[in-house]
DNA sequence: CGGTCTCTTGACGGAGTTCAAAGCTAGTGG
DNA sequence: CCACTAGCTTTGAACTCCGTCAAGAGACCG
């Protein structure tokens, strides 16, 4: 049931058999429809999800009441709102799933609880958070260094079967431009 | 000599005289002038920095031969160009004290060893990436929500002291414009 | 097939950049 | 302690990338 976890966790660390029963008590897995949601501004985020298939996306309403998308999680990645996860707090954001995902939760009252059954896990959330900060140091330079057409270009070229999952204007706020922006880039082709 | 090092993990885990003795011999506590460079572009980053003291900053030269600062560390937070660290990859980016700095570098060959000797020490990193992850995520929403002198107001009003410390020209970077504009904005108050 | 999302196109406007020159400031050495 | 210099900040004019708004064309789903 949660073996896409297990896998994914045994990538970074070993975890025997009884360790993964002790973590399936902390876990749930379940479906989600598309443009159905996990959290809704307002609400505190209850939990971290992992994308086992599918794509969930992070996104808020600006003041302009345009959507921006935060982030985005496809397979193997963990998504969140991490702010109001860990500190019971409202949340600004959204999470909503950009395809039928098939997600497996913690959720913030199990989270602490996990770590001290499973210490072990510390480790591989720390990695996992590694690969975040990197993810972020990497889009913060991009975002300082390239224009709209060139990030449009780049992110195409990185991961063009990506492009093809999500809709354009999801996407466009990713990348920090609106949707007619890439529209016309996408016309100069 | 590292006390201050150990403050502030002692906030997040307890770790004993033991444990500090043993983690002392994987760190080096030294002085950096201000403007002096921890790492250069194309050099490995042989290290992860913890600022005892002082200011130091990330950034890039853009294509057009702009620095990007990307990053601030003041006292109490750690920096480094993870990927270059982690992977022993040549960095695209530079350190450089921007004040005189006191820092405690745990070198990249001493990482791993580290957690290794103090599986204690991988709470601590979970944690402290944890908190990188949160700022990265209000960054993030910050720069796709407000304009350029919303970032600046914003930024003046959450860290006054802070814009004191630094000259404009970083700042204006750091909050993702040039410096003429930021001039513009403080003149018109 | 009907309605609701999503994408495209064009005209216009504005936030922020670029470039260059001049005015400041702070650090340095004599 | 003053003078000099290099680096930082300010100012203004011209420009450009990208946003906004609105209307229409496609595409997808029930």
Redesign the interface.
Known sequence: MCSALYQHINKFIDLNKDEQEVLASFLQSFSVKKKAFLLEQGQKCSANYFVVKGCLRLY?I??KGAE?T??FAIENWWIT???SF?FKEQS?FFIQAAEPTEVIAIESHHYDEM?LKL?KL??Y??LI??K???A??????F???QTAEERYCNFNHLFPEFVQRVPQYMLA?YL?FTPEFLSKIRAKR
Chains 1, 2 share one sequence.
């Open positions: 808020f600006d003041i921006q935060t982030q709102d991490l702010t860990l600004e770590f210490p510390e480790r959330f720390r958070l590694q975040n900060h990197q972020s140091q990497r889009r913060i330079k975002l300082y260094s706020s920090g």
